[in-house]
């Protein structure tokens, strides 16, 4: 299949998932083969994640002929009151609250506590051992946490985690995938102070509070 028929099948199914009620934006990701391998969908806050990937689920099944797995649709939805991401609230900022590392054999779990308006939200990562993996881990558990926060799932991904000298300072540094209307990359910084992996999550934090605030609005 080459580039414009590629171009095509993903037009032709953004297509039908416009048409779908509730749904705000979506991108459509190809595989290698041309086939679809991953949905992304904007909801409006009237319908819920899993009613939304059921609904892209039958309608590409029934006017593409198309065949998904649920896994295969991440769904992120806007706060009532929302229509579109737009300039983000102060107030949808997500406080750092604590971290918590546990070592199980061969593996460590991180869980990452995060709070807004006097409520906690947490995520747990579990993951090989080791320093570098160790921040990925850490890394990830915050975006667990956030997406907690936000009600959804695959929101984020996690592209970089790690700590790199500047003058005299260290500096974690955090770069995000955001799987949103289009999926856009983005980056945070925060200075170590103490524990490394506290300033991974302040960097996490710092990287998603855009679109989180665009999100969590409402």
């Known amino acids: 299949m080459d ?3 590629q171009r095509s099948v993903a ?6 998932i416009r048409r779908i009620r509730g749904v705000s934006a979506t991108r459509v990701d190809l595989g290698a083969d041309g086939r679809i391998e991953q949905v992304h969908v904007l909801g409006s806050a009237d319908r819920t994640a899993r009613v939304l990937a059921g609904d892209v689920i039958a309608a590409l099944g029934a006017e593409l002929g198309v065949t998904l797995e649920p896994s295969q649709v991440r769904v992120a939805l806007l706060r009532p009151g929302q229509t579109q991401p737009g300039p983000a609230p102060l107030r949808a900022r997500l406080k750092y609250v604590g971290l918590t590392m546990t070592t199980l054999r ?3 779990e991180a869980r990452v506590k995060v709070e807004h308006d006097g409520l906690m939200y947490e995520g747990a990562v579990a993951g090989p051992g080791g320093a570098a993996q160790g921040l990925e881990i850490v890394g990830q558990a915050a975006l667990r946490a956030v997406e907690t926060y936000l009600r959804t ?6 592209a970089l985690a790690t700590v790199a000298p500047f003058g005299p300072h260290r500096v974690a540094i955090a770069i995000v995938t955001w799987m949103g209307p289009e999926e856009e990359l983005l980056s945070g910084a925060a200075i170590v102070h103490d524990d490394p992996r506290e300033a991974v ?3 996490v934090l710092d990287a998603v509070n855009r679109p989180v605030s665009w999100l969590g609005a409402g």
């Open 153 to 158: 799932d695959g929101a984020f991904r996690l």
């Open 3 to 5: 580039g414009g028929e």
């Open 11 to 16: 037009q032709d199914a953004e297509g039908v």
């Open 106 to 108: 061969t593996s460590l």
């Open 201 to 203: 999550v302040r960097a």
